[in-house]
C-alpha cells in the first residue's frame, strides 16, 4: 500500500481545504497585483484574470467536494446556508440598484457584492449549525 | 414526523456518538432527529433501522400535520 493510501482521509481532506485556500488567496493576491498594473499590457492583465479566476474556482471544487463528502444532514445546512447567501445577495443587489437609481449612492463595487454573499454564506452555515445543533 | 429513535438507543445503551458511527453520520445528525428538528432521508432512515434491526415504520411515524 502507498504512503498516501495509508493517510487518514479526512487529514487529505483538510489538507485539501487548506490548500485550496492558500491558492486562493495566493492567486486573489497575485491576480490583483497583475490587473492594478497600470502599465501593463492587456495580455498581462489578462493573465491576471485568469489566475485569479482559476484560483477561486478551484477553492469553488474543493468546497463543493467537502460538502458532498459529509453526510445528509450536513448537506442539508449547506444547500440551506448557499439559497439563504443566494437570497440575501439577490436581496443586496435589488437594493443598492433602487438606492443608486434613486439617487442615494453613486455606485457599490462589484467586490462589495461578492463579499457580501461571502459573509451572508458563512453566517448562514452558523445559523443553520445553530438552530440544528441547539 | 414522530419517532422512537431516543426511546430505541435508550434500550441498546448507546450513545448519540455511537448510534452515528454505526450508522455513518455526525453526532449532531442523531441529535437533530431526536428532537424532531430534521426528518431523515430514505437511505438513512433505513441505516438506522437497520442498526436497531427492526423496520422503518417502528423508529418512525408520520402526524397528521406531515
Known amino acids: 500500500m502507498r504512503q498516501d493510501e495509508k493517510r487518514d482521509p479526512g487529514l487529505r481532506l483538510l489538507g485539501l481545504?487548506?490548500?485550496a485556500v492558500a491558492l486562493w488567496g495566493a492567486s486573489y493576491v497575485t491576480a490583483s497585483r497583475m490587473i492594478n498594473h497600470s502599465s501593463a499590457s492587456a495580455k498581462f492583465r489578462a493573465a491576471g484574470v485568469v489566475i485569479g479566476v482559476l484560483g477561486f474556482l478551484f477553492w469553488q471544487l474543493?468546497?463543493?467536494k467537502l460538502i458532498l463528502l459529509h453526510d445528509e444532514f450536513t448537506r442539508r445546512i449547506h444547500l440551506i446556508a448557499l439559497a439563504i447567501a443566494f437570497a440575501a445577495t439577490w436581496l443586496f443587489?435589488?437594493?443598492?440598484?433602487?438606492?443608486?437609481r434613486a439617487g442615494f449612492i453613486?455606485?457599490?463595487?462589484?467586490?462589495?457584492?461578492?463579499?457580501?454573499?461571502?459573509?451572508?454564506w458563512g453566517l448562514a452555515i452558523w445559523g443553520g449549525e445553530w438552530y440544528y445543533r441547539r | 414526523m414522530k419517532n422512537r429513535l431516543r426511546v430505541l438507543r435508550a434500550?441498546?445503551?448507546?450513545?448519540?456518538?455511537?448510534?452515528?458511527?454505526?450508522?455513518?453520520?455526525t453526532r449532531q445528525a442523531i441529535n437533530a432527529i431526536e428532537t424532531g428538528r430534521y426528518d431523515p432521508g430514505l437511505p438513512l432512515a433505513m441505516k438506522i433501522a437497520r442498526a436497531f434491526e427492526t423496520k422503518v415504520d417502528d423508529i418512525f411515524e408520520l402526524?397528521?400535520?406531515d
Do not use: C, P, Y
Not at chain 2, 434500550?11 to 453520520?25: I, K, T
Open chain 1, 106 to 120: 453613486h455606485f457599490v463595487l462589484l467586490r462589495t457584492i461578492w463579499l457580501v454573499m461571502l459573509a451572508t
Open chain 1, 93 to 100: 443587489v435589488f437594493t443598492t440598484d433602487l438606492l443608486q
Open chain 2, 63 to 65: 402526524e397528521d400535520k
Open chain 2, 11 to 25: 434500550e441498546q445503551n448507546w450513545s448519540q456518538a455511537e448510534l452515528a458511527m454505526r450508522v455513518g453520520v
Open chain 1, 17 to 19: 481545504i487548506f490548500g
Open chain 1, 62 to 64: 474543493a468546497t463543493a
